[in-house]
T-cell receptor
Framework: DAGVIQSPRHEVTEMGQEVTLRCKPI?????LFWYRQTMMRGLELLIY????????DSGMPEDRFSAKMPNASFSTLKIQPSEPRDSAVYFC????????????FGPGTRLTVL | GQSLEQPSEVTAVEGAIVQMNCTYQ??????LSWYQQHDGGAPTFLSY????GLEETGRFSSFLSRSDSYGYLLLQELQMKDSASYFC???????????FGAGTRLFVKA
């Protein structure tokens, strides 16, 4: 398996623009997590899905953030409109056991909002 | 709520042993995980402890004391490539939501 795939790897955009980050989890994994990592706030859980259903989105910072998982092999995280404080590395991770054990992280998307 | 505390930095010499601690507070506890992250890379899983005691995987060992809300990661025979950040993470309420600590930056010197 290729592991968790994220695209794009780097994104530079201007404030106010819509940003869409994409993730393909490992086949057979039924949990998918979106994290954000910054120097100031560390690694934060934004939202996680189980069997394509959002279970906990309490970490989503604002209504500008939304996430979907239309099928078992694809998820998106959308920011609209983007702001400079959204600049961070966004990781997608998948697992077969939720938080009980190993989560497999994708390479991340480095987002810069100017 | 949930919170974790880790020392921010640790420095050790190549070939030595280093212990990185993690204390946590959580409402409901299922387990403690450890991840390694090199600069510019993604976190990679090292270990998971659900029960008290020591788990060993090669040069890495992880310990958990549920009664003390405490765990540590032990690295033996340190190598330069072990220089990285190490995060502890707890699975708490609901079991599937993972909260990460701020991480310990390990510097390995020759």
């Amino acid at each position: 398996d290729a592991g968790v795939i994220q695209s794009p790897r780097h994104e530079v955009t201007e404030m106010g623009q819509e940003v869409t980050l994409r993730c393909k989890p490992i086949s057979g994994h039924d949990y998918l997590f979106w994290y954000r990592q910054t120097m100031m706030r560390g690694l934060e859980l934004l939202i996680y899905f189980n069997n394509n259903v959002p279970i906990d989105d309490s970490g989503m910072p604002e209504d500008r953030f939304s996430a979907k998982m239309p099928n078992a092999s694809f998820s998106t995280l959308k920011i609209q409109p983007s702001e400079p404080r959204d600049s961070a590395v966004y990781f997608c991770a998948s697992s077969t056991a939720g938080g009980l054990g190993e989560q497999f992280f994708g390479p991340g998307t480095r987002l810069t909002v100017l | 709520g949930q919170s974790l505390e880790q020392p921010s930095e640790v420095t050790a010499v190549e070939g030595a042993i280093v212990q990185m601690n993690c204390t946590y507070q959580t409402s409901g506890f299922y387990g403690l995980s450890w991840y390694q992250q090199h600069d510019g890379g993604a976190p990679t899983f090292l270990s998971y402890n659900a029960l008290d005691g020591l788990e060993e995987t090669g040069r890495f060992s992880s310990f958990l004391s549920r009664s003390d809300s405490y765990g540590y990661l032990l690295l033996q025979e340190l190598q330069m490539k072990d220089s990285a950040s190490y995060f502890c993470a707890v699975s708490g309420t609901g079991g599937f939501k993972t909260i990460f600590g701020a991480g310990t930056r390990l510097f390995v010197k020759a």
